[in-house]
Structures are given as structure tokens and as C-alpha cells.
Nanobody
Framework: QVQLVESGGGLVQPGGSLRLSCATS????????MSWYRQAPGEQRLLVAR???????NYADPVKGRFTISRDNAKSMVYLQMNSLKPENSADYYC????????????WGQGTQVNVSS
């Protein structure tokens, strides 16, 4: 059974930091491109950062220089270090795993909430 479980969300003051973690199981992790998405109430789900299996990284423009995505293939985990947080970063954050070769396969976590507020 495939599971993606996010953790690390919470309430933080503007300018603060959070580290999100996504623990995966049931997939061959090294074959998957891993991403973090965000979704605020009433808005569509948007890409925050992607770290491909080849190591290529993409960030959404609003988070460049503040967020860092990383992965630990030995632990089958992906992380999102979020620094200099702003109120507009408040959203539910979702972990996404995509295998893009062969039959495309995609899995989502259940999300973790981030609230940036004073």
C-alpha cells in the first residue's frame, strides 16, 4: 500500500521557519519525481517546488531564495525547508510523487497545514 505522510506544519510568526517532511512507503522512491504543492482555501493547488529523480530542482518564483527542497533516497523522504515565511505562505501543503516513465503513476499525501500569522 502506497502512503505519503506529511508532517511539520503548524503556526509560525512571519519571518519564521518551518521544515516539512514527507515520509513515503510502498513506492520505489528513487524512481519518483517528488514535489510540494500548496492549496489555500478557495484557490487551486499550485506547485511550490519539485525535485526530480535526476536531481533537477524547480521552484515557484514566490519562494525562490526562501524555500529549499531536498530528498533522502535512503529514507524515502522529501523535505521542504521554509524560511522567511510570510502570511501569504499560509496554506495546506501536499507532497506529490510522480513516476513519469512507463505508465505514469502519481500519489498524493493528505496534506499538512501551515499558518503564518502574528
Amino acid at each position: 500500500q502506497v502512503q505519503l505522510v506529511e508532517s511539520g506544519g503548524g503556526l509560525v510568526q512571519p519571518g519564521g521557519s518551518l521544515r516539512l517532511s514527507c515520509a513515503t512507503s510502498g513506492i520505489n522512491f528513487i524512481f519518483y519525481d517528488m514535489s510540494w504543492y500548496r492549496q489555500a482555501p478557495g484557490e487551486q493547488r499550485l506547485l511550490v517546488a519539485r525535485l526530480g529523480r535526476s536531481g533537477i530542482i524547480n521552484y515557484a518564483d514566490p519562494v525562490k531564495g526562501r524555500f529549499t527542497i531536498s530528498r533522502d533516497n535512503a529514507k524515502s523522504m522529501v523535505y521542504l525547508q521554509m524560511n522567511s515565511l510570510k502570511p501569504e505562505n499560509s496554506a495546506d501543503y501536499y507532497c506529490d510523487a510522480v513516476r513519469s516513465f512507463g505508465a505514469r503513476t502519481e500519489y498524493w499525501g493528505q496534506g499538512t497545514q501551515v499558518n503564518v500569522s502574528s
